[in-house]
């Protein structure tokens, strides 16, 4: 896959808890001369969204260990979608999951799905999962009407798993991010069935590609 092939697939993301806005206005910068999506944390979306219209934006809800309140995750997600944001990258309640109240995890994702009229993302955290639960994870994201499911944060334990990524597809399209570095490993997830790549090494996974 060429270097123009591979760029609409990638989320160049700045998340780090040191993040400021001209962090982000970098990531968009290269994410505007490459070709790439871009991923920024919530309070910079309205700015990322003036700053860089045409670049395709996601943004974060429940970040980084989906244990907000429902409501609170629902309200984030609305005030994200009309502050500019396309696309949003919602992380799971893992202790919900983990406890047996899958219900209740779905109801939450249902919610938030049914809030917004753009793609969401369910952030599963697999390096925190048995293989049973991500079945259980994916099954309640694609009962909410989920748009993909999404390997990681990238602030766990570890991150993609072409293992991982070949469960996940399953069930809906997968994002697969944390750990993704270069051009190699990227191919690899999109080789397993991943359909998105999420990384704060977008730059880095392109010059690695051919042109």
């Known amino acids: 896959m060429d270097r123009s092939e591979l760029a609409p697939l990638i989320d160049h993301t700045v998340l780090g808890p040191e993040t400021s806005i001209a962090d982000v206005r970098r990531v968009l ?45 629902r309200r984030e997600g609305v005030l994200a979608w009309k502050a500019g944001a396309d696309e949003l990258d919602v992380v799971l309640n893992v202790g919900r999951l983990k406890a047996g109240e899958d219900d209740v995890v779905r109801a939450e994702l249902a919610e938030i799905t049914a809030a917004v009229p753009i793609p969401v993302k369910v952030i599963i955290e697999t390096a925190l999962l048995t293989d049973e639960e991500k079945h259980r994870a994916c099954e309640a994201a694609d009962a909410a009407d989920a748009a993909m499911v999404k390997t990681s944060t990238g602030f766990s334990e570890a991150g993609a798993t072409v293992a991982d990524v070949e469960l996940m597809r399953e069930y809906l399209p997968v994002k697969a991010s944390g750990g993704v570095g270069s051009y190699d490993e990227a191919m690899a997830m999109l080789a397993a069935g991943a359909e998105r790549i999420g990384a704060s090494s977008g730059v880095e996974i392109l010059e690695g590609a051919p042109e």
């Open 29 to 73: 910068d290269e994410a505007r001369e490459y070709g790439m999506n871009a991923c920024v944390p919530p309070y910079a979306v309205e700015t990322a969204a003036d700053y860089a219209p045409e670049v395709t934006l996601a943004t974060v809800v429940g970040f980084p260990h989906g244990q907000h309140a429902a409501a609170a995750k």
